[in-house]
């Protein structure tokens, strides 16, 4: 005797299994695919210590302006500090776009500058970027 098998039950059976199995695998790419923005400006924090700390501060002046509340800023502003006429008249608001070029190549994102340290590693300066951020409250 032969038993009749509902194919159509079948189907729809694996398509929701297959259905959980990708949410399952979305939900854990989002969870931990990536570190935490905390996780990267922890990381920042570290890295800007180590390798910005020569020339700025966060609250005070240096050979280069303080960066403490940098995000949404104009660039050329600290009225404390003595600034390029490029970057006075430059017309740059501070954000992580802003801050990704000027990192990757001070001089090319604003000609004349008097910067001339670069942070060549995408996630070094992803990670100072998010710290920055961080520390100006955004």
Not at 51 to 72: Q, V
Not at 106 to 115: G, H, L, T, V
Request: glycine share 10%.
């Amino acid at each position: 005797m032969r038993v009749k098998t509902n194919q159509s039950r079948n189907v729809s059976t694996r398509h929701w299994a297959g259905g959980i199995a990708l949410a399952m695998a979305l939900t854990f790419l989002t969870a931990f695919g990536k570190p935490a923005a905390g996780a990267d400006a922890d990381r920042g924090k570290t890295i800007f210590e180590k390798r910005c700390t020569g020339c700025h501060a966060l609250n005070i002046d240096k050979e280069g302006p303080r960066l403490g509340g940098i995000f949404g800023r104009a660039a050329g502003s600290v009225a404390t500090f003595t600034y390029s006429d490029a970057v006075k008249k430059s017309g740059v608001t501070w954000d992580a776009s802003a801050l990704d070029k000027w990192l990757t190549e001070p001089d090319a994102f604003i000609p004349d500058s008097n910067m001339a340290f670069r942070v060549v590693d995408d996630g070094e300066r992803s990670a100072i970027i998010a710290y920055l951020k961080q520390i100006s409250g955004k």
